[in-house]
């Protein structure tokens, strides 16, 4: 398995998964095709905000993953979202998560990496402790302008 940059040719296979994955109970909002479009073209043109990477074995995708990139002032470090983080359920359990997390590690050192996650999705919630992550003792909120 190798874990590469997002490319064009890419695009209708990640919009599947993405239209997958927004509609399981692991997301808390559904997307549109709009966003998904847009996200996708942002990771493949270069936005200084957002990293598409694809999992893949002998030409076939297995997953996908966004990232974006900001600054925490409340650890005085680069910050590294991961937005989106999707295995198809053929490839679940093989261990791609864990070595994605090791992979950005890797290139973002000295980084705190931050991530979402529904409580009700036990297995990612299993990875993500497995991989040394924590939950934080408060409240997230968003307003849309």
Do not use: H
């Not at 996200?39 to 990232?67: K, R």
Request: with cysteine.
């Amino acid at each position: 398995m190798v874990i590469r940059n997002m490319r064009k040719e890419d695009t209708n296979e990640i919009f599947d998964m993405m239209q997958v994955f927004y509609r399981s109970p692991a997301v808390f909002t559904n997307g549109s095709e709009e966003i998904f479009r847009k996200d996708i073209e942002n990771c493949v043109n270069e936005c200084p905000y957002l990293e598409g990477y694809v999992f893949e074995n002998e030409g076939e995708i297995q997953g996908y993953a966004m990232l974006a990139k900001s600054f925490s002032t409340e650890f005085g470090k680069p910050c590294i979202w991961i937005e989106d983080l999707y295995i198809k359920e053929a490839y679940r359990g093989l261990g791609i998560g864990s070595r994605f997390f090791a992979y950005i590690e890797k290139k973002y050192p000295d980084t705190i990496i931050r991530l979402e996650v529904e409580e009700e999705n036990e297995r990612a919630v299993k990875v993500y402790r497995k991989c040394g992550y924590e939950v934080l003792p408060y409240m997230e909120m968003k307003k849309l302008v």
